[in-house]
């Protein structure tokens, strides 16, 4: 005789490990853990755009931090007054995330201007800004007309690496060799400037025309080609990286189950002391 509950006999720790096989089976089945891979930076992870703000208004002085009344939105403002950027926090993935505008004059129209959703690659980010923050590109005249010479120079980087090169109707498409991302331009938009029309599209996914890309960056005509070249060369050479998930985790053997202990298969059954 002893005090407290009786121990279990094999056939009871049997069939409490029959009934908890559903939940290791639940737990087997779950996916391993995401592992970063390295991919074209066209199919890298959005990441954090917040903090990649953070980081460039940390190392850039010249731009100035503005923050909204409602706290939803941060404009990066150029010493000059005539870049701003701005950045809308809560916008989901295929939103327009980002607006970069450039004026001649703090107080005149503006030249020109550039989108980019909320899944947008962080590193094709990354090098806009960098590109930005280098005050190349700031001097397009307004009004000055998109021509073959402008449009050469903005996709030499995509002809340099075999990118296929296709034109349909008004549309003039450059295609990753993987058909998953592409630069459109639309020649119709382009003869309008003064309408501010998305003349240029940089897509992953599914084309413009065809469905919602998984992001996109428009940009109007009067875009500076170096801006526009800078970004063609990071989608045609760049990489980033990619969270990706691979097999399943390893099954738990019932037979060592940290809960019951080994359990037994063999031998007789011990009945309870009473």
């Not at 980002?98 to 503006?110: D, F, H, L, N, Q």
């Amino acid at each position: 005789m002893r005090p407290g509950p009786a121990p279990l006999t094999d056939t009871e720790r049997e069939a409490i490990a029959a009934r908890s096989v559903f939940d290791v089976t639940t737990a087997a089945s779950a996916p391993a853990p995401a592992k970063p891979e390295t991919v074209p930076i066209y199919l890298a992870d959005a990441g954090d755009h917040d903090a990649l703000l953070g980081t460039f208004l940390d190392d850039h002085g010249e731009f100035e931090r503005w923050r909204t009344w409602s706290d939803d939105t941060t404009h990066a403002i150029h010493q000059s007054q005539t870049l701003r950027v701005e950045r809308v926090h809560e916008s989901s993935s295929h939103e327009t995330a980002w607006t970069v505008a450039a004026y001649e004059t703090p107080v005149s129209e503006r030249m020109w201007h550039l989108t980019a959703t909320g899944a947008t690659p962080a590193p094709l980010l990354q090098d806009l800004l960098t590109h930005l923050a280098d005050g190349e590109g700031w001097d397009t005249a307004l009004g000055t007309p998109v021509n073959e010479k402008r449009v050469t120079e903005a996709t030499q980087p995509l002809s340099s690496a075999g990118w296929k090169h296709t034109v349909d109707g008004r549309w003039i498409r450059w295609t990753s060799s993987d058909g998953n991302a592409g630069i459109q331009f639309d020649a119709f938009a382009a003869q309008h400037p003064s309408q501010n029309q998305a003349t240029w599209t940089l897509w992953a996914g599914t084309q413009p025309d065809q469905g919602r890309p998984t992001w996109s960056i428009t940009a109007s005509p009067q875009t500076p080609s170096s801006l526009l070249a800078s970004l063609a060369d990071s989608l045609a050479h760049e990489t980033g990286t990619r969270q990706v998930r691979r097999g399943r985790e390893p099954k738990t053997s019932l037979a060592s189950s940290p809960l019951l202990g080994p359990v037994a298969t063999t031998g007789p059954s011990v009945g309870r002391s009473r």
